[in-house]
């Protein structure tokens, strides 16, 4: 969920992090995807795949599918 406390957000990252050490993306309600990697360009492209499933998935449940 989205915070305004950086501390809190912080520790919540760092959490998912432990717990999913293969983790490259959070999206976190009220604020959007947050992607890293081990340069821009990679990040960049984990957005770009990101969002083609998210809309992937929207059109497949406009769709009933």
Do not use: C
Request: proline fraction near 2%; avoid cysteine; charged fraction near 30%.
């Amino acid at each position: 969920d989205n915070s305004l406390e950086e501390s809190s957000m912080t520790r919540i990252f760092e959490d998912k992090l432990r717990e999913n050490p293969d983790l490259n993306a959070l999206l976190v309600r009220g604020q959007g995807l947050y992607t890293w990697s081990e340069d821009w360009i990679r990040a960049k492209q984990l957005v770009e795949h990101y969002e083609f499933l998210f809309e992937s998935a929207i059109q497949m449940k406009r769709m009933k599918i």
